[in-house]
Nanobody
Framework: QVQLVESGGGLVQTGDSLRLSCVAS????????MAWFRQAPGNEREFVAAIARSGGRTYYADSVKGRFAVSRDNAKNTVYLQMNSLKPGDTAVYYC?????????????????WGQGTQVTVSS
């Protein structure tokens, strides 16, 4: 089992930055590919970013590429999502997720463990 706890969400204005954190406990964090997804009201949960277990490869949705950066600190069992140049369209609940399969993925169904989510609201 893996427990994931997100933090760092809040209410910001257009153009501001936020850094989300997700702390993992349970199974060996360094063995997990980690990802961030988000879900806006009335929308399906969508992929935002992923990072391989080693931290050597990262993947982004087109909508956040160049503005968001995912990173991890395996010594702290923590994955981060640095969000810059935030827009109202980024408003959503952000979830981190863990997967122990062979390759990181942008597919929601691949991730077995999920946090409870943290709300990000960007005002115009």
């Amino acid at each position: 089992q893996v427990q994931l706890v997100e933090s760092g969400g809040g209410l910001v204005q257009t153009g501001d930055s936020l850094r989300l954190s997700c702390v993992a406990s349970g199974r060996t964090f360094s063995s997990a590919h980690m990802a961030w997804f988000r879900q806006a009201p009335g929308n399906e949960r969508e992929f935002v970013a992923a990072i391989a277990r080693s931290g050597g490869r990262t993947y982004y949705a087109d909508s956040v590429k160049g503005r968001f950066a995912v990173s991890r600190d395996n010594a702290k069992n923590t994955v981060y999502l640095q969000m810059n140049s935030l827009k109202p369209g980024d408003t959503a609940v952000y979830y981190c997720a863990a997967d122990f399969s062979t390759y990181p993925s942008n597919r929601l169904s691949q991730y077995d463990y999920w946090g409870q989510g943290t709300q990000v609201t960007v005002s115009s």
